[in-house]
């Protein structure tokens, strides 16, 4: 996986994680706990943990990995512009 990047939704002000889960292929993954709407860390070693109630999260797709969240996390539809990645609405 490659690097990831923490922007804002415009709309919420909330943090969202842009990963690179295949060279050339961006997505984002919200910042906010399906369990709780406690503040996900940023990505490391292809998770997103919840430092409340230690919920994990696949870094690439936002599936849950260990609840107690049973959701995953909202994705961001990511679209890249010549150098610059342009953050999309929440895909539903």
């Not at 919420?12 to 050339?24: E, R």
């Not at 996390?73 to 679209?79: D, R």
Request: net charge neutral.
């Amino acid at each position: 996986m490659g690097g990831s990047a923490t922007v804002k939704d415009p709309s919420s002000g909330d943090a969202v994680y842009v990963v690179q889960p295949t060279a050339g292929q961006y997505c984002g993954l919200s910042s906010v706990c399906t369990h709780a709407g406690c503040t996900v860390d940023p990505p490391k070693n292809g998770q997103l943990s919840c430092p409340c109630h230690g919920s994990r999260f696949d870094a690439s797709t936002g599936a849950v990995l260990n609840g107690p969240a049973v959701k995953p996390l909202p994705k961001y539809t990511v679209t890249k512009d010549g150098d610059r990645l342009d953050l999309g609405a929440v895909q539903s």
